[in-house]
């Protein structure tokens, strides 16, 4: 029986002395300047990277061992299997080659920044469990609405002067997290004003967006309960440029009322993904005013671009808004996931988010002086997403980022002007931004409508398989459109002129193939 007294000790030392050191302190420096040198080497190569990979589904598991390996190796082995087997498979949205989709940039500092936060690895879901990381998040926020000239409403340092009715922000995953957690409080808001009991008054609740709106908004209004027959896509057309018209908008929402239903929220769109279409924000906001309905302005993309004064204009009304998000992950040089979002009372959320368990609960939290950002987002976790956007900030200066918005404009105004230059293709919705949105046109071509959508598809197609250009399409007025979108962080004018070369190239061929 002696012996029991001894064995927990000795258990306790072979336990402690097990010789697995995750974060020794000389591995980390050795495995981090090793994945420098590996980031330094795709950089510098990345633009002779085929930008689509030219990969079958399943490929990945056929070079990597299906099953996870029982004893350690050498971290050089990983970052082998990385370059030899993820590289290939990679679509490079780093390369200047890339024109698909709204821009994933990246930077040096962004990069540094979340290499620090990985490192530090808080989880500040309150001001006591990270002060530091909490009041950059706060910081770095009203740095960008000052950017951006939003009110002094919607920064989290006027109620903490004394000023304001409480506005302020929180840094999310993504746009769909943003429309989510408005659309929730939105909804908890109109049921309190229409006196329902608990939910029961749901069903009479409407929200509206114009059929250019980003899908994710369809699919946060079914998350947030919203009955699908009350969620409303309001036609557009050219008429507009492909934007919401608020003379519209009121008949819709006034039908509803007269219905019996309760307008309860309306997004607005600064730069739409099919044609970057913008939304009147004034005039929407007053329409919704109208209701006492809530309105959100998504400018995930082309928020970026009204740093810029000149384009500060389609934020125009902005004050009379409840909420706006953008993304600086998507043109302001901060890597993923950056989605900033504003609100003018940040009560509107928290009454609809808040959580308060036993075990967080704190002095700090309790004194009312702060702000728990747990309760501005769904999950309770969060990251240290504001290092990295404060450090874009704080080592580019705003003068740089407008320098780099601008010279993404131009850009696109180039390839804008070769487009228009060619009788062979159209433009087909005047050039917001940094997107250029072309076809072959049917007239002068011999081509009918049907034909041009079956041609412009194989010039798609054609231009990607090359892996020296990737394009993705849209559907503008029910014709197949291609997407031209200038912003990759390591873009320069020779690849903008050199993919025009190569579509006019691959144009001309796809012609001659048809007269043979």
Same mark, same amino acid.
């Given at each position: 029986m002696g012996s029991l007294d001894t064995t927990p000790t000795a258990a306790f030392a072979?336990?402690?002395?097990?010789?697995f050191e995750p974060l020794n302190a000389d591995d980390v420096r050795s495995y981090l300047h090793k994945s420098v040198d590996f980031i330094y080497d795709y950089y510098k190569s990345v633009e002779s990277l085929p930008v689509l990979p030219g990969v079958e589904p399943g490929y990945l598991r056929r070079l990597l061992q299906s099953v996870p390996p029982t004893s350690s190796a050498p971290f050089d082995i990983a +970052?082998?299997?990385v370059r030899d087997a993820v590289v290939p498979g990679m679509t490079h949205w780093a390369s200047p080659n890339f024109f698909a989709f709204f821009p994933s940039t990246n930077s040096a500092a962004a990069i540094a920044g979340e290499l620090i936060a990985s490192a530090m690895n808080t989880v500040g879901f309150t001001w006591q469990a990270s002060p530091a990381s909490t009041e950059m998040e706060v910081l770095a926020l009203d740095w960008l609405a000052q950017l951006l000239r939003l009110p002094p409403t919607f920064m989290n340092r006027t109620a903490a002067a004394g000023r304001g009715t409480g506005g302020g922000g929180v840094i999310l995953g993504t746009t769909s997290e943003a429309m989510l957690v408005t659309l929730v409080s939105a909804r908890d808001a109109a049921l309190r004003r229409a006196g329902s009991v608990g939910v029961a008054g749901i069903t009479r609740l409407a929200v509206y967006a114009a059929d250019q709106t980003h899908s994710t908004f369809f699919k946060a209004c079914r998350l947030a309960g919203f009955d699908p027959a009350n969620i409303r896509s309001i036609p557009t057309g050219p008429e507009t440029d492909y934007a919401l018209d608020p003379a519209r908008l009121l008949e819709v929402m006034q039908a509803d009322v007269d219905a019996g239903l309760v307008p309860t929220y309306v997004c607005a769109t600064v730069g739409t993904t099919s044609s970057n279409a913008v939304d009147p924000v004034g005039a929407i906001a007053d329409v919704a005013a109208v209701f006492n309905a809530w309105v959100h302005i998504d400018a995930a993309y082309a928020g970026s671009a009204c740093i810029c004064p000149e384009f500060r204009h389609h934020l125009d009304g902005v004050e009379r808004v409840d909420s706006i998000s953008m993304s600086p992950h998507k043109w302001l040089m901060t890597c993923l996931d950056c989605t900033c979002l504003w609100v003018r009372d940040t009560h509107r959320l928290t009454d609809s988010l808040e959580t308060n368990p036993e075990y967080l609960k704190n002095d700090a939290s309790e004194s009312g002086t702060v702000t728990d950002l747990k309760d501005m987002q769904v999950g309770v976790g969060r990251r240290f997403r504001g290092l990295k956007l404060w450090m874009v900030m704080r080592t580019y200066g705003s003068a740089k980022l407008q320098e780099h918005i601008r010279s993404d404009v131009a850009m696109a105004k180039m390839f804008e002007d070769a487009v228009r230059a060619d009788h062979r293709f159209e433009v087909v919705v005047p050039r917001n931004f940094a997107l250029v949105c072309f076809r072959i046109r049917p007239q002068g071509t011999d081509l009918t409508e049907e034909d041009a959508d079956v041609v412009n598809r194989e010039l798609m197609e054609r231009l990607n398989r090359t892996g020296k250009a990737y394009l993705a399409h849209t559907a503008i007025g029910g014709k197949f459109v291609l997407r031209f979108a200038v912003g990759s962080s390591l873009q320069e004018e020779r690849h903008v002129r050199s993919a025009? *070369? +190569? %579509?006019?190239? #691959? #144009?001309? *061929? %796809?012609?001659? *193939?048809? #007269?043979m």
């Open positions: 072979d336990v402690a002395g097990g010789g +970052l082998k299997e025009w *070369e +190569l %579509i006019k190239k #691959t #144009t001309t *061929e %796809i012609f001659e *193939e048809e #007269t």
